[in-house]
C-alpha cells in the first residue's frame, strides 16, 4: 500500500497508509478535499470576471455603432 500524503500537525510526512483510490489515509483525508474546493471558488471569480469583462466589450461595441 502506498503511504498517506498527509501532513500532520507538526508538518511531517504522515507515516500511515494511504486509502486504496486516495492519496491520504482517513484521517488526512479532508487535506485532499480542501484543495479542490479553494480551486473552485477561484475559478468562478476568474469566470465571473472574464464574463463581466466580455459584457464591457459588448457594451462598448454597441455603444459605439448607436453613436454613428
Ligand atoms: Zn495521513
Excluded: N, Y
Excluded at 475559478?43 to 455603444?63: E, N, P, T
Amino acid at each position: 500500500m502506498a503511504q498517506c500524503a498527509g501532513k500532520t500537525q507538526r508538518g511531517d510526512r504522515c507515516k500511515r497508509d494511504a486509502r486504496e483510490g486516495s492519496g491520504f489515509c482517513a484521517i488526512h483525508q479532508d487535506q485532499e478535499v480542501r484543495p479542490r474546493a479553494d480551486r473552485s471558488v477561484e475559478w468562478d471569480r476568474d469566470s465571473m470576471v472574464k464574463a463581466a469583462i466580455g459584457c464591457a466589450l459588448v457594451v462598448a461595441i454597441v455603444f459605439f455603432r448607436i453613436r454613428r
